[in-house]
């Protein structure tokens, strides 16, 4: 072959090369949000502790598999076993999860007690469906409150069996049911999570293509398939105040016409935020996004009606919402609904401090409106919640806040120190009601935090300092929970020594693998150096454990040097966190979330957030204020993750941090990143919290 027709070949598989990339990058991009939700990540062993159910936003009502063996919500990717669907579980908890309310199996006759073998499944946000060997297939998707499930079966006499008993963990308490005709009404209680309080649900369930209802056991009851050439079908409604409003919620719209006004629905929260950058890291983010758009769950009716945690029936102007996991995501999930959802996020907040004027404590009530866990720290979301412009009625459960102040527990190091947080919330609480005076009594309280680590965390000699639950902890070490003073990082660093201890300090702690993310005690620990004269330190932290190779030596009750992790955190497949690391309702989905974009709390309680570089190219923010922040990304690289310059709507900043009003007023966010830190950025005009005015 002549050398010009070999360049011109050369140039010819070039050019289609090209064109293959450019297509296939396009393909990529038209790919919507929806379509990039992987509903199968961390739902395998406890890596995540994640459900692939049929869910909407923000609902209580989620429909999907339980299998033997399962997790936490009742599903285990790799299980092949069916024992039927079930429509409640709360996701990612712990206590071997809560939920798993009304059992449906579909059966063939004389084969009833026949074990459901999966052959193929599917799963996208709102729907999902399986196959089984024996010919069986279902289908089930939800949206607010109302479902279906659909199953189609081999031309034969079949049915379905209900077990209205059923429940995660063998949780069931009581249920009382009506049968008339092809509908099931009535209600269900079940025990909360950690079975400390128990939930009522009421329900109205229709079944389709039925010749017979019969009541087979206490809690148990068998349909007979009327016409064999017809798939049964199954419409379910739930309420937390009556079954009149459960049946008000059944509609007579198709399963295809209900997938699709779900995923729609999906899409519009996802599409809060659209992103430009490598598809797998994009992919990802929603996946994790998804997690965290699943609780609390709105449990008011239209007309404002709703159930109490006193078991009173109550009415408000406003959306209320229940399932609460505060110990945990208000720590992540809490703050980055605030910054994105305020239109939902307004209702949470005063639902949160609405459980004050009904008998709130840490723990679920014996008459929760739906499935919830608990909720410690519930003053420090209403102070961030105010302190971000959102409404709060402060004054009438001032009480309230000051009972439960004078209950917080100091009897073990980590209690004391999370004691001293909610004191100082509670503090800054009176001080906007305009009781300075019980404004200083509880900062008093707060600051008594220096003695408690004076006592228990100064000594770093002690040989069970990186011992798991020493001295009473909870869920981690002494390492772990020394830095738990977010409120007052000023007072922290002078304890500790001054600046460059501090910064000493935080290098050992990360140079010998004691972080631990597999939990939430020091989950704010990375960000820290962002409070010190070496922010690029972060910055490095956070793109390690977002993207790349981590050691993780924590898990559960163990302690350093057992079998340690040398891997990734987040990954996009059924094994998707660390092992033992739950998702505990979108904490750790949503710490990745906000890092990714390149935000993180400072403080919860203060509405600032530190910046970082995000992963993508490109975000846009779209706010339900009409507002949009653009971040461009310069000199962007998906291994650069060090900020050399900041350009704010114009002006070039060298503070590290933005305050919540500045991102939802919107704008162009300009940053610049490198291979090498900018060690002069971010260490001007700083913004590190502190208790003293």
Not at 384 to 396: C, N, R
Not at 538 to 548: E, F, G, T
Not at 660 to 678: A, C, K, M, Y
């Amino acid at each position: 072959m002549k050398r010009y027709q070999v360049i011109a070949l050369f140039s010819c598989l070039l050019i289609f090369q090209v064109s293959t990339s450019q297509v296939e990058q396009k393909k990529s991009l038209d790919k919507n949000s929806v379509e990039l939700v992987n509903v199968f990540l961390g739902t395998s062993a406890d890596h995540g502790q994640m459900s692939p159910s049929a869910s909407s936003p923000f609902n209580m009502m989620s429909m999907g598999p339980q299998t033997n063996p399962h997790i936490h919500t009742g599903y285990e990717y790799y299980a092949k076993e069916f024992l039927g669907f079930t429509t409640t579980r709360i996701e990612g908890v712990g206590c071997i999860g809560s939920g798993g309310n009304i059992l449906i199996s579909p059966f063939i006759k004389g084969a009833e007690e026949a074990i459901l073998y999966k052959e193929k499944e599917k799963g996208t946000p709102g729907f999902y469906s399986v196959s089984f060997k024996n010919g069986i297939s279902a289908q089930m998707s939800v949206k607010h409150n109302f479902g279906i499930q659909s199953y189609n079966f081999p031309k034969t006499a079949s049915g379905l069996k209900i077990d209205l008993s059923f429940a995660l963990a063998n949780r069931f308490v009581a249920e009382e049911n009506n049968l008339n005709n092809n509908t099931i009404t009535g209600w269900i209680e079940t025990k909360t999570t950690c079975s400390k309080g128990v939930y009522r649900i009421y329900y109205a369930l229709e079944i389709e293509n039925m010749k017979s209802l019969q009541k087979t056991g206490e809690h148990l009851f068998l349909a007979e398939r009327k016409n064999v050439h017809e798939p049964m079908q199954v419409r379910l409604g739930f309420s937390s105040v009556n079954t009149t409003y459960a049946k008000e919620k059944l509609e007579s719209i198709s399963i295809s016409e209900l997938a699709e006004e779900t995923e729609k629905e999906w899409q519009n929260v996802l599409n809060t935020i659209t992103l430009e950058g490598e598809e797998d890291r994009i992919a990802l983010f929603y996946s994790l996004l998804y997690r965290g758009l699943q609780a609390p769950y709105l449990i008011s009716e239209k007309d404002g009606t709703y159930a109490a945690i006193d078991g009173s029936i109550q009415k408000e102007n406003h959306k209320i919402y229940n399932g609460w996991a505060i110990w945990d995501n208000y720590r992540e999930q809490l703050p980055m609904l605030s910054l994105f959802f305020s239109d939902k996020y307004a209702d949470i907040a005063k639902s949160i401090a609405n459980l004050y004027r009904y008998g709130k404590n840490d723990w679920g009530t014996m008459y929760e409106p739906s499935p919830t866990v608990r909720t410690e720290h519930a003053a420090v979301v209403l102070l961030d919640a105010f302190k971000k412009g959102y409404t709060i009625d402060l004054l009438s459960i001032k009480d309230s806040l000051i009972a439960e102040a004078n209950r917080l527990d100091y009897k073990s190091p980590d209690k004391a120190l999370e004691s001293s947080y909610d004191n100082w919330a509670i503090s800054e609480l009176m001080k906007a009601i305009g009781d300075i005076s019980l404004s200083e009594k509880y900062k008093r309280k707060a600051l008594a935090y220096k003695k408690y680590w004076l006592k228990d965390f100064s000594d770093l000699l002690k040989s069970d300092v990186d011992v798991m639950q020493a001295r009473g902890l909870y869920q981690g070490t002494i390492l772990q929970y020394r830095w738990f003073v977010p409120f007052d990082i000023r007072g922290l660093k002078e304890i500790i020594g001054g600046d460059m201890t501090f910064v000493n300090q935080l290098d050992d702690f990360f140079n010998s693998h004691s972080y631990n993310h597999a939990n939430q005690p020091d989950l704010q620990v990375p960000g820290m150096y962002n409070a010190s004269k070496q922010p690029w330190k972060s910055q490095k932290l956070y793109r390690n454990i977002l993207l790349d190779t981590v050691v993780q030596n924590y898990f559960n009750d163990n302690s350093k040097g057992i079998d340690p992790f040398i891997g990734k955190i987040y990954n996009n497949r059924p094994k998707a966190y660390l092992r033992t690391m739950d998702d505990d309702s979108g904490t750790m989905s949503s710490w990745f979330v906000m890092r990714s974009l390149g935000f993180s709390p400072a403080n919860v309680g203060s509405p600032i957030y530190y910046l970082t570089a995000p992963i993508f190219k490109s975000v846009s923010m779209n706010f339900p204020n009409n507002k949009v922040l653009k971040i461009k990304v310069k000199n962007y690289h998906k291994d650069n993750f060090y900020v050399k310059s900041v350009i704010f709507n114009g002006k070039k900043i060298d503070r590290n941090w933005l305050t919540h009003q500045e991102i939802i007023n919107g704008g162009v966010l300009e940053i610049e990143t490198s291979v090498n830190p900018n060690l002069e950025w971010g260490i001007k005009d700083q913004w590190i919290s502190t208790i003293v005015d």
